[in-house]
């Protein structure tokens, strides 16, 4: 079946400019994770999202980020004011609970961000 | 909070070599533990998990680690490397949530990327 799909897979944007990189989880994947991934840092957690519930935003590392996700599925990260600094791969990630045994996460290939 | 440790950042072998990983992490209680690996322009694939029961668990690509409490380690091996296997390899730890039941708070390593010799 499909996998995680994330688009666009490369952006380039000037600084200040606002992006919005798209995620499509796993059909039925109540969970839906994003992740930064900048050279050498390994993944920094960003937000996750769960069903109804409240999302964790405790990764956001400022309030220029925001995350939102449409009808339990669809998943937009928004970076306003774009900074040099935010350049790196953002990753997304579905899975599905309640049994986290058997709920690891499926990655998208992720989209490569780069502020000019 | 949880927190995990690659020390080794790059690591060159030859193929037909033997592999090990190494991977340390923090957790005061039973963690979920997992090794991923990322191609190039790839995300990211599961390459196997601990969670409970028998410390050696396998996993796919001919791939095993060793969970042992006593040294907060999971260390990634492999027999002999393949080609194939150049990549980075991410060592995660999962700790469970206190919202949404079964789901959990992953975090990872800095990676290791893997260079294999002809």
């Known amino acids: 079946g499909a996998g995680v799909s994330q688009s666009p897979s490369n952006k380039v944007t000037e600084k200040g400019k606002d992006v919005e990189l798209r995620c499509d989880p796993i059909?039925?994947?109540?969970?839906l994770y994003w992740y930064r991934q900048s050279l050498g840092q390994g993944l920094e957690f960003l937000i996750y999202?769960?069903?109804?519930?409240?999302?964790?935003k405790s990764g956001l590392p400022s309030d220029r980020f925001s995350a939102e996700r449409t009808g339990g599925s669809v998943s937009t990260l928004t970076i306003q004011r774009t900074q040099q600094e935010d350049s790196a791969v953002y990753l997304c990630?579905?899975?599905?609970?309640?049994?986290?045994?058997?709920?690891?996460?499926?990655f998208g290939n992720g989209t490569r961000l780069t502020v000019t | 909070a949880q927190s995990v440790t690659q020390p080794d950042i790059h690591i060159t072998v030859s193929e037909g070599a033997s592999l090990e990983l190494r991977c340390n992490y923090s957790y005061g209680a039973t963690p979920y533990l997992f090794w991923y690996v990322q191609s190039p322009g790839q995300g990211l694939q599961l390459l196997l998990k601990y969670f409970s029961g028998d410390t050696l668990v396998q996993g796919i690509k001919g791939f095993e680690a060793e969970f042992k409490r006593s040294q907060s380690s999971f260390n990634l091996r492999k027999p002999s490397v393949h080609w194939s296997d150049a990549a980075e390899y991410f060592c995660?730890?999962?700790?469970?949530?206190?919202?949404?039941?079964?789901?959990?708070?992953?975090?990872f390593g800095k990676g290791t990327k893997l260079s294999v010799i002809p």
């Open positions: 990630a579905s899975s599905s609970p309640p049994r986290a045994w058997d709920s690891p996460l499926h």
């Open positions: 059909s039925g994947h109540t969970a």
């Open positions: 999202f769960q069903g109804n519930s409240a999302p964790d």
């Open positions: 995660a730890v999962g700790a469970p949530r206190n919202s949404g039941a079964g789901s959990y708070q992953l975090t």
